[in-house]
């Protein structure tokens, strides 16, 4: 399992997917339900955080190009 900080947003948000998935479909005991549920929140907060960045550079080069 590759580290959050290497993932793509796409692989990021597939993996946030499975995990929502697995929690709803599938039985898992109090601890791997949590541990599933902690990585999830940590998925969610990095591809908001990848997101709000392209929004970013977007906007930059939007606003960039008004400028010329």
Do not use: H, P, W
């Amino acid at each position: 399992m590759k580290k959050i900080e290497e993932l793509t947003y796409e692989e990021a948000f597939a993996e946030l997917e499975a995990v929502v998935g697995t929690l709803e479909n599938e039985e898992k005991t109090l601890e791997e339900s949590l541990a599933l549920f902690e990585r999830g929140q940590v998925l969610s907060k990095y591809c908001s955080r990848l997101l709000e960045n392209a929004e970013l550079r977007v906007k930059q080069l939007v606003d960039g190009d008004l400028d010329e």
